[in-house]
């Protein structure tokens, strides 16, 4: 599994990813639909805001944040753990195994491969955004949007290893979907899907700092809309990328101890 | 009637055996607990935040949105106990192709398929729910009304035949498309715009989910009727609206499963 094997099958691992992602393509709809829930909070949020704004947020403001929210939801998302607690109870993790590239590797490219597919439809409607609510409440600074790309991979990052992470725990359990279900709950809360994170109270406010939820979606959002200067962006995305690596740590140890318990049934 | 007895029977016989295999794991009723008490507190987070700086909204105080989201949490526990886990294993038989053994039984397949599986340690949210109420009936400085209880509770009654409906017409999709393993996960994301008052909404939203996706009847309204507030017009619309929606949603089934071609892959 050396990294010179993953690099030469990579661009025929893409070319059967993307190929598969097209085959299920109503599977992928489902998952754009499901993800839509940014634009109820938008209707909601507009809906308080219209009384008087909240914090900084008037309307517009918030549908910005929200549309941002919606495009880098559907951008940065990994749906591994339900695929891996079925393949490791099915036995077709087996496959993967037998392969001369990492699991991991493999799903790293089918998450990536769908992408485009996603982008399809998030693009198309944050150029709308862009032109109905205004250029005024996106970020101007070139260099903002530097970090705010690098802050996308981060998040996806992120996303993605909590989804293996917890994915490899259905190695050591029957299922560990139940830690997935309490993981998207707090989610929800914690990561600005729902509310903005600078509306929260300054208690929760400081833990919320400081859990990798936010830094999922929440951070490339706050830097789409300018919510932060150029320094401060600069520091939040230094603690993403401190998450990154130490999840990273953490899903490694957890994937190579797990796949020794691995009983390979089914099939 | 001796037909609706067996069905009776039936019911009582795929009930028991969800309850034995739930008595296997009596730790997942302390899991369950947990998780009740944690998922009931981040759906109130939100309602904190909104109302941190103002009174009402749209006509709604904090105490009587709480009173919508108590709802929303007792649904949600009728939704993860009883209706989403076997309706889930459906979508399994139909990709796997082994409907064919639920079919070949002499009962009626909805039937079967629908009363497969409970998750009995769900009720655990029911208490969650309960909390919730008594929390913003305490706030208000009132109490609900016998009229009140029986009419949202009546209205509960109906929620849960619309939600099954829904459910059952988002599985019938599955027979037309075969790999829909996230489904659910469509579903609960739609059901979950349901924890805020309908009023809230403007426009064509609102329109959806009073009408189309009728999520206003199933929190809104009973939230109303406990605090005397639902009309009787209203009442009895909702009840009408969801006869026909089950009709809808019976004669959706029997059309999808005529499709079914078994065959598994």
């Known amino acids: 599994m050396s990294l010179r094997a993953t690099s030469r099958a990579l661009p025929a691992m893409v070319k059967v990813a993307f190929a598969e992602a097209v085959a299920y393509r109503a599977e992928m709809f489902v998952w754009m639909l499901a993800t839509t829930m940014p634009l109820v909070m938008l209707a909601l949020w507009r809906a308080v805001a219209a009384e008087a704004p909240v914090g900084r947020f008037g309307p517009a403001e918030f549908t910005t944040y929200f549309l941002s929210m919606f495009i880098?939801?559907?951008?940065?998302?990994?749906?591994?753990?339900?695929?891996?607690?079925?393949e490791v109870r099915s036995g077709a993790l087996s496959q993967r195994l037998l392969r001369p590239v990492s699991p991991i590797a493999s799903y790293a490219v089918e998450n990536l491969a769908a992408l485009p597919?996603?982008?399809?439809?998030?693009?198309?409607?944050?150029?709308?955004?862009?032109?109905?609510?205004?250029?005024?409440t996106l970020a101007s600074d070139g260099r903002l949007w530097v970090v705010w790309a690098a802050s996308m991979l981060g998040g996806w990052l992120i996303t993605f290893l909590v989804n293996v992470g917890i994915g490899a725990?259905?190695?050591?359990?029957?299922?560990?979907?139940?830690?997935?279900?309490?993981?998207?709950?707090?989610?929800?809360?914690?990561?600005?899907?729902?509310?903005?994170?600078?509306?929260?109270?300054?208690?929760?406010?400081?833990?919320?700092?400081?859990?990798?939820?936010?830094?999922?979606?929440?951070?490339?959002?706050?830097?789409?809309?300018?919510?932060?200067?150029?320094?401060?962006?600069?520091r939040l995305l230094a603690i993403q990328w401190g998450w990154?690596?130490?999840l990273s740590a953490t899903v490694a140890a957890l994937w190579r101890n797990g796949l020794r318990r691995y009983a390979a049934y089914g099939g | 009637m001796r037909g609706m007895g067996r069905y009776l029977g039936l019911f009582w016989i795929q009930l028991r055996s969800s309850l034995l295999l739930a008595l296997q794991y009596r730790w997942d009723f302390l899991v369950d607990g947990a998780i009740s008490?944690?998922?009931?507190?981040?759906?109130?987070?939100?309602?904190?935040?909104?109302?941190?700086?103002?009174?009402?909204?749209?006509?709604?105080?904090?105490?009587?949105?709480?009173?919508?989201?108590?709802?929303?949490?007792?649904?949600?526990?009728?939704?993860?106990?009883?209706?989403?886990?076997?309706?889930?294993?459906?979508?399994?038989?139909?990709?796997?192709?082994?409907?064919?053994?639920?079919?070949?039984?002499?009962?009626?397949?909805?039937?079967?398929?629908?009363?497969?599986?409970?998750?009995?340690?769900?009720?655990?949210?029911?208490?969650?729910?309960l909390v919730v109420f008594g929390y913003?009936?305490?706030?208000?400085?009132?109490?609900?009304?016998?009229?009140?209880?029986?009419?949202?509770?009546?209205?509960?009654?109906?929620?849960?035949?619309?939600?099954y409906s829904l459910w059952i017409l988002t599985v019938s999709v599955a027979f037309y498309v075969v790999k829909m393993d996230n489904l659910i996960y469509l579903f609960t994301a739609i059901f979950d715009a349901a924890r805020w008052p309908v009023d809230v909404f403007k426009g064509f939203v609102r329109f959806v989910f009073t009408f189309i996706i009728p999520l206003a009847l199933m929190t809104t309204y009973p939230a109303q009727a406990l605090l005397g507030k639902l009309e009787l017009r209203t009442l009895l619309f909702s009840v009408?609206?969801?006869?026909?929606?089950?009709?809808?949603?019976?004669?959706?089934?029997?059309?999808?499963?005529a499709r079914y071609t078994s065959a598994g892959g």
């Open chain 2, 136 to 163: 913003s009936f305490q706030q208000l400085g009132s109490s609900p009304r016998l009229e009140g209880v029986i009419a949202s509770l009546g209205l509960l009654a109906v929620s849960v035949s619309l939600l």
């Open chain 1, 244 to 246: 990154v690596l130490a």
């Open chain 1, 117 to 136: 597919f996603r982008a399809l439809v998030a693009v198309p409607i944050g150029a709308v955004a862009l032109f109905v609510v205004g250029r005024s």
């Open chain 1, 72 to 86: 880098v939801r559907q951008l940065t998302g990994s749906w591994v753990a339900w695929e891996l607690n079925h």
């Open chain 2, 240 to 257: 009408l609206g969801g006869a026909l929606f089950a009709a809808c949603a019976r004669l959706v089934w029997l059309r999808s499963i």
């Open chain 1, 169 to 234: 725990l259905s190695l050591y359990m029957e299922s560990s979907l139940k830690f997935m279900d309490i993981y998207l709950t707090m989610f929800m809360v914690f990561s600005g899907y729902l509310v903005p994170v600078e509306l929260f109270p300054p208690l929760v406010r400081g833990a919320v700092e400081w859990l990798p939820f936010r830094f999922q979606v929440g951070l490339p959002v706050e830097l789409m809309t300018g919510a932060h200067p150029l320094p401060e962006g600069i």
């Open chain 2, 37 to 129: 008490a944690f998922y009931a507190a981040t759906a109130v987070a939100p309602l904190l935040v909104i109302f941190h700086d103002r009174e009402t909204i749209s006509g709604w105080t904090a105490p009587e949105a709480l009173l919508v989201s108590g709802w929303f949490i007792l649904l949600d526990a009728v939704i993860d106990g009883a209706i989403s886990p076997s309706l889930t294993s459906v979508v399994d038989h139909i990709r796997k192709g082994t409907l064919d053994f639920v079919l070949l039984k002499p009962a009626d397949a909805q039937f079967l398929v629908s009363t497969a599986r409970f998750q009995p340690w769900r009720v655990t949210n029911v208490a969650g729910a």
